[in-house]
Structures are given as C-alpha cells and as structure tokens.
C-alpha cells in the first residue's frame, strides 16, 4: 500500500529517539496528504520485538520486520540491502530515514536506486496542499532553506533530534516478517566499534559547557568539564578544538557537529563562528566567557562575561560548590 | 591508485555575517566580489588522497565543476599542493546545483577519465550541506561508500578507513573502488603549498569540458528551493562586570533568581 514508510533501524538496542522522531515527521506529513504510515524495522536480535513494540504505541500500524545477522551497528550496506527491494515492492510516496551514521550513507542511495527526489538533514516538515515542505539550515546555519519536494517518490533523511518525539498512540498492529537478501560478501564491512561518549551525554544534557579556540589546548578542557560536573552537565567544543585533536570529534557542537537543546549553554572561548552557532541556537540560555568583547558570541547571548577564562571559570567552579554547600 | 578529488569552490564560509546576503533572484548566496575558496573538507579530502599517494603511488586527479574562469585559482591550488591533473566541468549554473544534479555531472566526468580506485568528496558543502553527493556518486559508479571518514590505510584488495559515528567512531574495511566523504581531523590539516609547487602547477594538465560535452542534461530533482531565509536573532546580551569573583557572584545569582539553575 502506498504511503509514508519509515526506516527504522534498530542496530544497537531499540529502536532509540531518532526512530520515534522520524514516527512524528510522518504523523506531520500523514494527516494533510492522506496517507497511512508504515515503517521497516530492522537489526537483529531479541530487542526488536521492543522496537516493534515501541512503533504500534507510537500509532505505527503496520510494521514489517526484518531480523538478519548482519544488520547490526555501522552496516550501512546491509541496510540498503535490506531496504531496497522492501521500498521497491510496497512503493511508497515517501520514505522516511534518520540522517545518522547509517541513514546518511542509506538515504541518496536509496533515492537513487528509486529515482526519488531527495532531501536530506531536514529539520522541520510541513505540507502545502500536495507539496512537501523540508527545511533545513544551509550556509554553515546563517540560513534556513525550504525546499519544495515536489515529485514522489521521495526520500526525506531527517537530523536526529531536530524533530519532536510524539505523545503515544498506540494501535493494534500488525508484524510481518520479511527475510533479507543480503550477499554473504559485503564491499563494507564494520570491524570495530569505539565509543567516546562522556559521562553526561550532550544529547540529553540540560546543561553543556562548550569549548572554543580560546582554551588553548586540551589542558583547559579539564577545567571545563570540572565546572561541567559542578553543574551536572556534560562537555562540548567548537570545530577547532575538535580539528586540533584537544577533544574526541563527538564532542564536537555546530553545523557539522551535534545540534543541542540544553536550558543552560556555557560557551567559554568561542568566537561564535555560523559554524558553531547553528546548533547552539536551541539552548534556552546561553551564558558567553570570552576576553574579546568583539566577539560575535556575545550577540547571541543572554549573559556574557569579558575576561579570561581561567580566572572566571575557577571563580565560578568556587561559587556553584558554595552555592550548594548553603 | 587512482584517486579523484572532488573539489566545490564556495563563497568563504568564514566572512563575517555582515558580509553574508541572500540574493532573492537566485535564492543563494550573493557571490559577487566575495572570495572564492575550496569548500572546507573538500581540502581535507585532497589531503588523504595526497597522503595515500605517498604512502603507495599512483596519482591524483582534481575534478570541479563551476564556470571555468572562475574555479581557476581552485585547481590551481588543487595543483600546487600535489594534484597530478586536473578536469574542470565548465558549468556556469554550478553553483546553484543540488547534490543529485551534480554527483549526476560528476559521475559522468568520472566516467569519461575512465578507470579510478578511489574517489574523494569533503563529507559536506560549506554552503548546502546536503551530505549526499558520495553516496550518490557510489551509486552511480557502483562503488562502495563510506562517509566522515578520517583516516584511511591501503591494504590487501582495499582500504581500512576510520569513520566518524555518533558515538565515536568505527573502524571500516572498505573494498575498491570506494567513495569516501572526508571530515576534517588532526592528520589531515591541508598542506600549504610551496613557492616552487605554485610554479610547477601552472605546467600541470588541465581539462576542461563542458556539461553537454557530458552529456549530463539537467535532470529533473524533485525538490525546488523555495525560500533561503536569514533568521532575524534579538537576543541582548547582558553583560556582567566586575573582578572574576564578582562576575562569577552575580552570574549565578542571576541564573538561580532565574531558575536556570
């Protein structure tokens, strides 16, 4: 049956935020265009019956569920393998993907195996009578561009956390099992896996503490994840502490790095390059540290502080400690 | 090894923001009398396809698509750093492309160079980020693909990449002929060319056709750009004096009379 299909991908647990994300952009795209949502969910292993599970509550009625070995974490290959011919027998109007490690390697592929149109690290979807709307930041964030898909079918790969998680819904659904294809001899294939992941998230943080050029190297970055601790947050930097190698690329804030949401963002050292801007400017707060009172950081904060950091921060590591010890 | 970099030429993404301007007729960043550079990873990519070859030969070739007069100084300096040879898609509506259009251009380019291993792209543009021409470009050549990659090593039949995940990073075993998108990290910060390498690259091969030459037709993409809009931000920063112990008081005063903490 035609209609909007999601690729969920179930790799490494359950299906995870990003997978009910994309459920909310197809429940925003479903109403208006009349279409019924539908989604794949593969991996391999007990934990996608719960990804099943977590798709009929979310109002995902018709699930079809595709469990091989070889669709675990990074195989982007297996699941173009596994999607491929699924997309070319139901056709949808739209596919639906998650632009993470795996979705953005999957997605133009998938568009181009379909001849469907493509958009891709879509942040907001919206419908004008039969048109799709996509927006999504371009020019390093200064801009926001909305692209008109026009055609079908089309494959939309949406920036994880971008979009909302919707309230459940749950449905009776329904699962059916669909073996892969997949060849014994894939051209990729994932030998290791390697986490970098601090303490605190900076997905989920309420409060990230974000470091630029301005410390100077990765001495400094301890400094700032003890004020991080301090205040329960978690540690992130702009591209050139990431570039220089101070701090793993995963901590990494901005257009090319992870778009956050925290209440309180502490930017200590940064000029506030577009770069860097365009995905800090989800956070409630944003609190500025930086000895030049040029910088252009300070246009986008609600608070700033001009001198050096590593009298201010210390400063206020004493305070934050007194303050909780009262 | 023959590797192909494929090099964008954008407006420096790194002038101040009151030098950046829409322009409503093309619905792209105004270009003129702004500098031109090589998109930011696309540098980077040039950098690994350098390193590779000194680490096991062959040779390296720049390809770009823009209207020719104005992506010289690119492959120039494409030239200068190391590129063996260089191929211009000479395409004046380039700049307004999108991924699925160009990687279609580049494919067939590709294609007309006949055989390669390898073929670079920075893991996005500096101005539409779409994060697609790779994996295209792999489907059109029947390549594998793997993209954010930082660090690549030749081994028997292939290569072993590092690719940059959400979490960290996976170590990949890639077989040839691949197409890589490349980020930026510590080991491939651009080289900077030498005086000598600047001159030798004006005796280096250039070639230039043309997209009809291609036979690469603008193809319908199914997405049209309806707006490019410059948010408006009105946030007033509220500057805090005094010593460090002073600004450190009274931050977080204000941000716990705020409940912010």
């Known amino acids: 049956m035609p209609g909007i299909f999601i690729v969920a991908t179930a790799l490494e647990g359950s299906l995870g935020r990003s997978g009910l994300e994309l459920v909310g952009g197809a429940r925003t795209l479903a109403r208006p265009l009349d279409l019924e949502v539908s989604a794949a969910v593969l991996g391999h292993g007990a934990h996608l019956a719960d990804a099943v599970d977590e798709l009929h509550a979310h109002g995902v009625g018709k699930v079809y569920r595709c469990d091989h070995p070889a669709l675990t974490a990074g195989q982007s290959e297996a699941v173009l393998a596994a999607v491929d011919p699924l997309v070319g027998r139901e056709r949808p109007d739209i596919v639906l993907v998650s632009a993470d490690t795996v979705g953005r390697e999957v997605a133009p592929r998938l568009a181009y195996r379909h001849r469907a149109a493509l958009a891709t690290e879509v942040t907001a979807l919206d419908v004008d009578g039969t048109v799709i709307l996509a927006r999504r930041q371009v020019y390093a964030g200064r801009a926001i561009a909305t692209l008109a898909i026009t055609s079908r079918p089309a494959v939309i790969a949406v920036k994880p956390r971008a979009l909302d998680v919707p309230e459940r819904a749950p449905v009776r659904g329904t699962v059916e099992e669909v073996s892969a294809n997949i060849p014994s001899e894939l051209r990729l294939q994932v030998r290791e896996i390697h986490s970098e992941r601090a303490e605190v998230s900076l997905d989920d943080a309420a409060v990230v503490v974000g470091g630029g050029r301005g410390i100077g190297g990765p001495e400094g970055f301890k400094l700032l994840a003890e004020l991080a601790r301090v205040l329960g947050g978690a540690v992130g930097a702009s591209r050139p502490p990431a570039d220089e190698g101070w701090v793993p690329i995963t901590w990494q804030i901005g257009q090319t790095g992870k778009s956050i949401r925290p209440n309180l963002y502490l930017a200590v050292g940064i000029s506030g390059a577009a770069q860097h801007v365009a995905g800090v400017s989800g956070a409630r707060t944003i609190v500025a540290i930086n000895k030049d009172p040029e910088a252009p950081i300070f246009s986008l904060a609600h608070f700033g502080l001009v001198g050096d950091y590593r009298q201010i921060v210390p400063a206020l590591i004493a305070r934050l400690k007194d303050a909780a010890g009262t | ?261």
């Open chain 2, 1 to 261: 090894m023959h590797t192909i970099v494929c090099l964008k030429q954008v407006v420096d993404p790194e002038l101040p923001p009151w030098d950046f301007g829409i322009d409503p007729a093309t619905k792209r960043q105004v270009r003129t009398g702004k500098p031109l550079v090589i998109s930011t990873y696309d540098e980077n990519a040039l950098e690994l396809a350098l390193q590779l070859k000194e680490r096991v030969g062959g040779k390296v070739t720049a390809l770009t698509i823009g209207p020719a007069g104005e992506v010289k100084d690119a492959v120039r300096l494409a030239l200068a750093m190391g590129a063996d040879e260089a191929v211009v898609v000479d395409d004046a509506d380039a700049p307004l492309a999108l991924a699925a259009d160009k990687a279609q251009v580049l494919a067939a380019a590709i294609g007309r160079l006949g055989s390669f291993d390898l073929v670079l792209t920075g893991c996005e543009s500096a101005d539409w980020v779409e994060r697609a021409v790779a994996p295209f470009l792999a489907e059109a050549l029947e390549a594998a693909c793997v993209t954010f990659v930082t660090r690549a090593e030749v081994r028997e039949g292939g290569l072993t990449v590092r690719r940059t995940s959400d979490e960290g990073f996976h170590v990949v075993d890639v077989r040839l002929p691949a197409v890589l998108s490349v980020t930026s990290d510590e080991s491939l910060r651009p080289r900077l060319p030498k005086v000598k390498d600047i001159m030798g690259a004006m005796r280096k091969p250039v070639q230039t056709w043309t997209r009809a030459e291609l036979g690469a037709a603008a193809g319908a993409t199914g997405v049209e750009v309806r707006e490019v809009a410059v948010p408006q931000r009105t946030t007033k920063c509220e500057f805090i004096e005094g010593d460090p112990a002073q600004q450190a008081e009274a931050l977080v005063s204000r941000l716990r009379a705020l409940k912010i903490i």
